[in-house]
């Protein structure tokens, strides 16, 4: 007559970028027993602050902390370990396998709290040098479900990043800062007086979105030269607002993604690591790229990274 | 025993862009005779006060004004032309003659004024839509020296118009965003934390901004992905400030050049329609692309296009 067992908390695992803060209490197996999401990311803290905040959140999450073992089981990743960040996490060069940021990871030890910060991948070549942190821990959770994933990854976002995968390890990756590119060019640009406050309706068939994948994927080199013609087209053709955001939208991921699939390997697939709306956007534009897609849940990828960082720190009982 | 006769002040010239407003007392052979410069460029005026702004700088000019023929006879170009401008001159569009924009400028009679408007050219191609303000005022004036002037015209700027013209007639032109792509990203981006309040040297001889010439003009098609190589490289091998946003202009310039002179014609020269820092700039940037330039002066070309038009508008005494 005994209900099914709720699973015992575990671990807290942290996923604190620029912009965003999330907390996940886990079982040893994954379950997620409780969650807290914050705008509380690095840029809007001092050094000396992301202690006082996480405590905070453990707080504010009530009984279910006093019973997880001590001191606290924290595994983190993102920004929290950059150099601005709670503790550096160095960066670990490519190419390398994924699970060096396990076996890299940094360590904070302060009252009641074992943390262990992730770190982020470097490539460290002079002419095309690149930083990732966050994504990293996205890959590790992937891995786990395709533990010889072998290809090109597309991971969106505000600096989204493509990384060739190989085994288990990451030989390369590359940064392209579109999303950012869009935010800017949308709200400061000359562009803006064509687009005013107008959001993009994020629907991958929209006749504007298509047509301005199409115009970037024929040619990814010009992306320069077409964006202004989101304001011309305003002009001339009185385009409206929203189309005229949908458009900006289609040309910047049509250039990222044209650029991207430039070379590729014959039939292979892109593995898409997003949620939501970039997930729908992305797969349109690779798919109109000719090529297909499988998508992996970005949300479920961090967190399976950061429990399966979690279970080599701190294994279950046999 | 007479003095050489100065020359008769015979029309005012004016170039009235977004930014900025400048004035120019030409006699009938285009002497400069006075000339005002101002800051008061479309962006920081209402439709109904260009009048008023114009006014003052005559008056600030004055007894030269009054030695000016009546109704003063003024030539514009530039966004006082447009639809949020002083009075709209409908675009011409391309391909076109450059001397329809004598012909089909716009007259505005008010008390004791006789101005005249030139127009813009548009390219009304639905994929590719485009429009200028200013510009054809430069290449009409590039025309009067060199009548039959065939070929690439690079003129750089915060809207950099690329045209190719044939014999006088403007068969195309693209905008690139270059200027403003610069200040975006190096104020606004997370590339500013890289080149904090650095401005760049605009010395086309800094290994940065060669650096960044060679990166982009290799491969101009994957620029969105080689900026936030700025921000890495600051974080991995500590490139400075200064060196940062020398990278990003040799990047951005590099890739807009790079892009223009895919599919050039043999060995074409590229008339360079630029002053100062810009001239030397691409200058460099041309040659690395491997292209030689024939470089115009910008300032010198809109007053000798506005002097062609006023003396084909209120022709000298023969």
New interface residues.
């Given amino acids: 007559m005994t209900a099914p067992a709720n699973p015992a908390p575990a671990y807290l695992a942290v996923d604190w970028g620029t912009s965003s803060l999330r907390v996940w209490v886990l079982s040893h197996a994954g379950d997620v027993l409780a969650e807290r999401r914050s705008a509380e990311g690095m840029d809007t803290l001092h050094q000396d602050g992301f202690e006082a905040v996480l405590r905070r959140h453990l707080a504010a999450l009530g009984p279910i902390v006093e019973a997880l073992p001590r001191p606290l089981p924290i595994v983190l990743c993102g920004m929290v370990g950059a150099?601005q960040g709670w503790r550096e996490a160095p960066?670990v060069d490519v190419p390398t396998r994924l699970d060096a940021v396990v076996d890299r990871a940094t360590v904070v030890s302060v009252e009641g709290i074992d943390a262990r910060i992730l770190p982020g991948l470097?490539?460290?070549n002079?002419?095309?040098?690149?930083?990732m942190r966050g994504e990293e821990t996205q890959l590790l959770g992937l891995l786990l479900d395709h533990p010889d994933a072998t290809g090109l990854v597309a991971m969106p976002g505000t600096?989204a990043k493509?990384v060739r995968l190989r085994g288990g390890t990451v030989t390369g990756f590359?940064?392209?800062?579109?999303g950012?590119?869009f935010a800017?060019?949308s709200r400061?640009?000359?562009l803006r007086h064509s687009i005013g406050d107008a959001e993009p309706t994020s629907d991958p068939d929209s006749p504007a979105f298509r047509?301005g994948l199409t115009?970037a994927l024929a040619d990814?080199?010009?992306?320069?030269?077409?964006?202004?013609?989101v304001?011309?087209?305003g002009?001339?053709?009185g385009t409206g607002p929203e189309a005229s955001a949908d458009l900006l939208s289609g040309l910047?991921i049509g250039?990222?993604v044209?650029?991207?699939l430039?070379g590729l390997d014959g039939n292979e697939p892109v593995i898409l690591v997003a949620t939501g709306k970039l997930a729908r956007l992305y797969s349109a534009a690779v798919e109109a790229g000719g090529r297909t897609v499988r998508l992996v849940d970005a949300d479920v990828a961090v967190r399976k990274g950061l429990l399966h960082a979690a279970r080599r720190f701190w294994p279950p009982p046999a």
Same sequence: chains 1, 2.
């Fill in positions: 150099r960066y470097a490539r460290r002079p002419e095309r040098p690149d930083v600096h493509w590359t940064t392209a800062m579109t950012e590119l800017l060019l400061h640009s000359i047509e115009r990814p080199g010009m992306i320069g030269a077409k964006l202004f013609a304001r011309a087209g002009l001339l053709f910047l250039a990222e044209g650029a991207a430039i």
